[in-house]
């Protein structure tokens, strides 16, 4: 990698590596780890980035402690590491769920059943179990639900959106790091 020399081209760097780790499965940065203000943390699946607005969308079961503590203290973080372009990309915001609307639903839209059976469970996440257990009902272990089935996934299903507020930027490299910190709009170099 070429190490950027400008704040835009930080910015552009950013985008673009959000923007490919959440159309493709295979990226590193496709899996982040997302905390949340009581500093619990978790891998979850980015599945879109909005440069434009700097927005994050994930997708999560309604029903997840996670959710609750999102509404009650909406500060968030999530780190982003490429290991083989030696990139971390650290950011702040604010979480917002949607359960419904056009967000939530372009999102269920947009799944495949294979994706929507996990909001078929039966229990909460994080509920007690009495056995290791799946979460998934036993017809749908290893089989993708048709479209009636997965109709009544839809009520546990939910968008989680992180309005980034701060993006911190860090490019590892024999030759000397690089950091860019942007708040905002407002982008300045920092020492690594």
């Known amino acids: 990698m070429d190490t950027p020399q400008t704040l835009d081209d930080v910015r552009a760097d950013i985008a673009r590596r959000l923007v490919d780790a959440a ?3 295979s990226n590193s940065m496709h899996v982040p ?3 949340t203000a009581d500093g619990d943390m978790r891998i979850m699946v ?3 980035y ?4 700097r927005t994050l969308r994930f997708h999560t079961d309604a029903r997840s402690p996670k ?5 009650a203290d909406p500060a968030m ?3 982003f590491y490429d ?3 030696k990139v971390q ?3 702040r915001g604010r979480g917002r769920i949607e359960r419904t609307g056009a967000i939530a639903d372009a999102a269920w839209a947009a799944g495949t059943n294979f994706a929507k059976r996990c909001y078929l469970a039966p229990q909460a996440p994080s509920s007690a179990s009495e056995e290791p257990t799946s979460n998934l009902p036993s017809e749908y272990e290893n089989a993708e639900p048709d479209d009636a089935a997965v109709k009544a996934g839809r009520e546990n299903f939910s968008v989680l959106l992180i309005e980034l507020e701060r993006i911190d930027w860090l490019h590892l490299a024999h030759s000397g790091h690089r950091r860019a910190v942007f708040d905002g709009d407002a982008g300045h170099w920092v020492a690594p």
Not at 67 to 71: C, G, K, N, Q, S
């Open 23 to 25: 159309s493709d499965r």
């Open 33 to 35: 780890v997302v905390g």
């Open 46 to 48: 980015l599945r879109d």
């Open 50 to 53: 909005d440069p434009e607005t």
């Open 67 to 71: 959710v609750a503590t999102i509404e």
């Open 77 to 79: 973080g999530v780190l």
């Open 83 to 85: 290991k083989a372009a």
């Open 89 to 91: 990309i650290r950011c």
